[in-house]
């Protein structure tokens, strides 16, 4: 069994054949450590960082910024279910139940 990132890099993408083409398995460091620490009990909570799109972004710098959901609309041009469609689709991303656990682990994780 072998496993790469979409995101995986020319370099490590040969290291990975070649490993593959010598009958060893391939995993890339950064999953290596996520599973290690998972058996030994580390948390992993900041090695995965979901992707965003351009506008989850935005309307979390928004909330952040402490924007209500009328004024984020009436900021990025969109109605109050679009924010409200975001939102919901940023806390199911982070893992969160509302929006003070948004604005936590945006800054735990760096997101901006």
């Known amino acids: ?3 790469l ?9 040969t290291e990975a054949i070649k490993s593959v083409i010598e009958g060893n398995r391939y995993l890339p460091k950064k999953i290596s450590d996520i599973l290690l620490n998972d058996s030994i009990g580390i948390q992993n909570s900041n090695y995965f960082i979901p992707k965003l799109t351009v506008r989850e972004k935005e309307i979390l710098n ?3 910024q402490e ?10 041009f969109v109605s109050t279910k679009t924010v409200e469609s975001h939102r919901s689709n940023l806390i199911q991303k982070l893992g ?3 929006s003070a656990g948004l604005v936590r ?5 760096g997101l901006i």
Not at 105 to 109: L, Q
């Open 105 to 109: 682990v945006a800054f735990e994780k």
């Open 62 to 64: 928004l909330i952040i």
């Open 67 to 76: 924007f209500t959901t009328e004024e984020i609309a009436v900021k990025l």
């Open 1 to 3: 069994m072998s496993y």
């Open 96 to 98: 969160v139940k509302n």
């Open 5 to 13: 990132l979409k995101n995986t890099d020319k370099k490590e993408l």
